[in-house]
């Protein structure tokens, strides 16, 4: 099965995947640091996992994901893929999630809301020369200018995302990056040298 394929089924079935412009900027990333050993927290249909996978035989992809129907999805399109031996998909939620590796890079990709709990409890997980990216840092612009929504919820969650990249920008432990001119804003993490 073509990448092109899974984009397109999962963009038909309406199930969130990278934009472009931030896919690339991660599989460059990836590319340009020699990143080998991954942790995805967010499989929808296993897109991004695949891409990461096919950058390099010798990288390999943990990622999880709660959704039955994607997790299943995922499963499948790993092995139309033939990347079973490059892709471990996890089915279960990442709050219960634990596994004793370490990574050099930690994708994080799922409840945007739950990014700080998700640094602290993977934390471990990271090589100390290691890296974590966080997707929709703009939240579609709406963290910079939070009157594009008058939803309730989509507040408190543009809130949670602007108060995250505070508290890490204030945290003496990282240095960090965010760029919020490439997909929907990404945010890329490492531990102080
Ligand atoms: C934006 S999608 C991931 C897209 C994927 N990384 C890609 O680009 O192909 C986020 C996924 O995270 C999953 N998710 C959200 N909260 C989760 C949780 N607490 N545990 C596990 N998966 C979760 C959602 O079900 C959804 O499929």
Do not use: C
């Not at 089924?9 to 340009?32: R, S, Y």
């Not at 993977?122 to 939803?151: A, Q, R």
């Amino acid at each position: 099965m073509k990448i092109e394929e899974i984009k397109k089924d999962a963009e038909n079935e309406h199930i969130p995947i990278m934009l472009d412009g931030g896919l690339q900027f991660l599989l460059d990333f990836i590319k340009e640091k020699d990143l080998k050993d991954i942790l995805e927290l967010g499989t929808a249909v296993g897109y991004s996992a695949i891409n990461m996978a096919l950058l390099d035989k010798a990288i390999h992809v943990d990622t999880i994901e709660k959704d039955k129907e994607r997790y299943l999805k995922a499963k499948d399109n790993i092995q139309k893929a033939r990347l079973e031996s490059q892709i471990t998909a996890y089915y279960g939620v990442i709050e219960e999630f634990t596994i004793n590796k370490k990574y050099d890079l930690i994708f994080v990709d799922a409840a945007k809301a739950q990014y700080q709990r998700y640094m602290e409890r993977f934390l471990d997980n990271l090589k100390m020369t290691g890296y974590m990216i966080f997707d929709n840092m703009n939240f579609h612009g709406m963290v910079k200018d939070p009157s594009l929504t008058h939803n309730r919820n989509t507040k408190m969650l543009v809130k949670k995302i602007a108060s995250f990249q505070h508290f890490v920008q204030e945290d003496e432990r990282f240095d960090i990056i965010l760029k919020e001119d490439i997909g929907d804003g990404i945010l890329i993490l490492r531990r102080k040298k």
